[in-house]
């Protein structure tokens, strides 16, 4: 029992395994020379070759896998063809904005959703209903950048009432990163809170289905008794696996939202990078969203065991 | 708007030489309207994202961050009206006769940021560096193009050229020219420079924060500081310009110039700079018979690409030197649709048009395919991803493919494209007649002659038809109305702007 995780660590680190190698092959799967881009259109093929021999990028395939992994396992993750600095650390750099924005977008989505979600389904047809139902629709089909688009003009450019993008990390003035986060928390919130929303909603109509609902309301529970103590809770399998999943992807990087507001996160580092051929940094960016991937995986099953633990008995 | 044409490119072209014959004195274009104030702070958005500051990197030397790089690594020269260059930091550089030794000046007093001599030493270094490929230096290439370096004394040294190039005077303008010390750093890592700022902030791949550099040997700056931040999203650039959120920005989207003219808080600052063309790789078969070539040519409404794509905003272009100048025909075919229907629908033609991805060129692409259809063509496009399209040029993995350059802000353009064993000529383009007139013209710099020379490779070039000339569309800055010192940008074919002259008006 206590080396029951075991077998999950291994697929795990199996599956982190394959991703590694698979990121070796970019440098031949990528089109675009890193050296001509590094160089120029100008420079000379005799300039280039001796600069791929510089970046490594004349090693066979097993070569850059063997000095790829073996250096993620000392700590050495590389270093970056434009910048010079180790990738992790420029990975590293760009967690606490990225994380930010994405925790805090769960925060907003979730805090929005659940009572919608609850009392919609509660009154399956009525205005709330109709009106909630007609707004996902609608969140849904709208692009998260032409959300942030309209929200940067309505509360930027018209009211004036909030800063248009642009990063300030919480350590340096806590203001200030909350007034320039607010629009990319709710441009990002809105677009995750509608699938939640659609989400948590049909699970809880099922639920409220259920004998023991039935039961609750004969023994004369109140609406929000019901709804937060007898519904919330074996309605929530869905909502937290996606949760789980859109934090993972989120955490790789939101890179609409991040160029929209020009927020220096991990999104915009992936594309930075595969914009200049910087090689150990995609390299680097892709395993690290691996990892984010995988862990929260884990973190996820462990939650909805014990929020649910129908769910290890194979019931839900 | 306002249409020149290849003579007064030539003239420029011309002028290349003369003011490289004469000791350069004069200042670039400015004619700041009013002068600004001393101290106070701005904030400009740049349109793409720096992982470093040290000059190697080629983002430096593009032209959307230049603004950033003059700040920091003021050049040996800079960039004047027509396509002609002046001394920036430099006192002087003058051409001998054939082009291949040139002699630099540096003026008396010149410092790095932190108070060390600039002198013809530091120039060398700095140039060495840059050719060392261990550098990942992007003017590598053009550091290869200089044989050897002779220092006569701390402010004059000699540049013997491996070839002959009348227009070296515009490579100093960029990496080439933006000297940093090879012996000391600033608090980052990065080399110093001796502009008018200094570093003061920089976080990679979004903001750069730059002081008045208090060891300035010129002219200290009007500003106390600018940050500079990386927003890659024009849409988002605009509309924190249009909140405050910022005060100037870079753009090359022609609707946002349009409605900044509309805006009286807003200042447009912009020229026609970025040169589009569509290339034809002659070693498809497609592209053999220069009848079908020309009809093409002849299918394509400039005009028209320049009042949809660009919203008139820009100029139609007929030649490499088009932007260096006014006025003077060049023999191009002229948009005659049922000339080219009669060739075209013959020859039953399709082919691709290969783009890089970003959306002004994809719309240009479209235009294109719809004139082409009209004659009788069937056209796709081939949307590719920035990083690659280089090297799919550069591999003539391409039928048709459309390049947008700012290479033709001076006359080494037409040699870049049109020469045989050119770096950017991807068509595949040979000609010896025009390959040995613009060897000659490389070598010359008299004026009249060096002209004439290269009047004849824009004829030559629109006989062949290699590529097809399209347009050239505004790029530059869009910044507050209270900005004074901003540069008069409209005669330039290179936007360089330098910031320590700009600064706020008075209240």
Request: with cysteine.
């Amino acid at each position: 029992m206590t080396f029951a995780w075991l077998p999950r660590a291994g697929r795990s680190l199996l599956v982190l395994i394959v991703i590694a190698a698979l990121t070796c092959q970019l440098a031949i799967v990528l089109p675009g020379d890193p050296a001509l881009v590094l160089l120029g259109q100008e420079s000379t093929e005799a300039q280039r070759a001796a600069l791929r021999h510089t970046l490594g990028l004349d090693q066979n395939a097993v070569e850059r896998f063997v000095t790829f992994v073996g250096g993620v396992f000392t700590g050495d993750w590389g270093t970056s063809f434009t910048s010079g600095r180790p990738v992790l650390t420029e990975i590293l750099s760009r967690v606490p904005a990225t994380a930010e924005l994405v925790i805090l977008s769960q925060i907003v989505a979730l805090a929005v959703t659940i009572p919608l979600a609850l009392h919609s389904a509660r009154n399956v047809g009525g205005r709330l209903d109709r009106l909630v139902s007609t707004g996902t629709f609608l969140l849904l089909a709208v692009p998260s950048f032409v959300v942030g688009i309209l929200v940067i003009q309505l509360f930027a450019v018209q009211l004036g009432w909030l800063p248009a993008s642009g990063y300030t990390p919480f350590t340096e003035n806590p203001l200030d990163n909350l007034a320039r986060m607010v629009m990319p928390v709710l441009t990002l919130g809105i677009a995750e809170g509608a699938v939640y929303l659609r989400a948590l909603r049909g699970a809880a109509i099922e639920s409220l289905r259920a004998p023991y609902a039935y039961a609750s309301i004969v023994r004369g529970a109140s609406d929000r008794q019901l709804l937060w103590w007898r519904i919330l809770r074996p309605s929530s399998s869905t909502l937290l696996a996606l949760v789980g999943i859109s934090l993972a992807v989120s955490l790789g990087g939101t890179l609409l939202v991040e160029s929209l507001f020009a927020i220096p996160g991990l999104g915009r580092l992936t594309v930075s990078a595969l914009g200049a051929r910087d090689l150990p940094v995609i390299q680097g960016v892709v395993l690290f969203a691996a990892m984010i991937v995988v862990l929260f995986g884990i973190i996820t099953d462990i939650v909805i065991s014990r929020i649910d633990p129908r769910s290890n008995r194979g019931i839900v | 708007m306002f249409r020149r044409r290849a003579s007064t490119a030539l003239i420029a072209a011309a002028l290349i030489g003369t003011l490289a014959l004469s000791a350069c004195s004069s200042s670039p274009a400015t004619s700041a309207v009013t002068e600004p104030i001393d101290g106070g702070t701005l904030t400009v958005a740049l349109d793409r994202e720096l992982p470093t500051l040290d000059v190697t990197n080629g983002l430096l030397a593009q032209q959307p961050v230049l603004i950033l790089s003059n700040a920091l690594y003021e050049p040996l020269m800079a960039p004047a009206a027509g396509g002609t260059f002046t001394p920036g930091l430099a006192k002087s550089l003058e051409s001998d006769e054939t082009a291949s030794h040139w002699t630099l000046t540096l003026p008396d007093g010149v410092t790095f940021s932190d108070g060390s001599p600039l002198t013809t030493e530091s120039v060398k270094a700095h140039i060495e560096r840059l050719a060392n490929p261990e550098s990942k230096s992007s003017a590598a290439g053009q550091a290869a193009q200089i044989s050897s370096m002779t220092i006569t004394d701390d402010t004059t040294m000699v540049f013997d050229l491996v070839a002959p190039n009348a227009d070296f005077a515009s490579l100093l303008a960029r990496t080439l020219g933006m000297i940093t010390s090879t012996t000391a750093t600033d608090k980052f890592g990065f080399p110093l420079g001796a502009g008018p700022f200094v570093v003061d902030e920089f976080t990679p791949g979004d903001s750069v924060t730059v002081v008045r550099n208090e060891n300035y040997w010129g002219e200290p700056a009007a500003l106390d500081s600018i940050t500079f931040r990386m927003m890659p999203d024009a849409d988002s650039r605009f509309q924190s310009l249009q909140s405050g959120d910022v005060d100037l920005i870079w753009t090359e989207v022609t609707s946002q110039f349009e409605q900044a003219r509309t805006d009286d808080s807003l200042a447009v600052h912009a020229a026609p700079t970025a040169v589009s063309t569509l290339l034809l790789n002659l070693k498809n078969p497609k592209f053999e018979d220069v009848t079908v070539r020309t009809a093409l040519a002849q299918a394509i409404d400039r005009d028209a690409v320049n009042a949809v794509v660009n919203l008139g905003e820009g100029i139609t272009v007929d030649s490499p030197y088009s932007l260096l100048g006014d006025a003077q025909d060049i023999d191009y075919p002229k948009y005659d649709l049922d000339a080219a229907k009669k060739v075209l629908e013959k020859a039953g033609l399709s082919f691709s048009i290969t783009s890089d991805n970003s959306p002004d060129s994809i719309q240009r692409a479209t235009a294109l395919k719809d004139m082409l259809g009209d004659a009788g063509v069937q056209v796709d496009i081939v949307p590719v991803e920035g990083a690659s399209f280089g090297s799919t040029l550069a591999a003539r993995e391409f039928e048709a493919a459309q390049l947008v350059t700012s290479i033709f802000s001076d006359a080494s353009g037409g040699s870049l494209v049109a020469k045989s064993t050119a770096s950017y000529n991807f068509t595949g383009y040979a000609n010896d007649q025009v390959d040995t007139m613009l060897a000659e013209a490389s070598a010359l710099t008299d004026s009249p002659e060096r002209t004439e020379l290269l009047t004849d490779v824009s004829n030559q070039l629109a006989t062949d038809l290699p590529m097809l000339w399209l347009t050239a569309s505004n790029a530059g800055l869009i910044g507050s109305a209270k900005l004074a010192g901003v540069p008069d940008l409209s005669g330039l074919t290179l936007i360089s702007v330098q910031p320590a002259q700009i600064g706020w008006v008075s209240e």
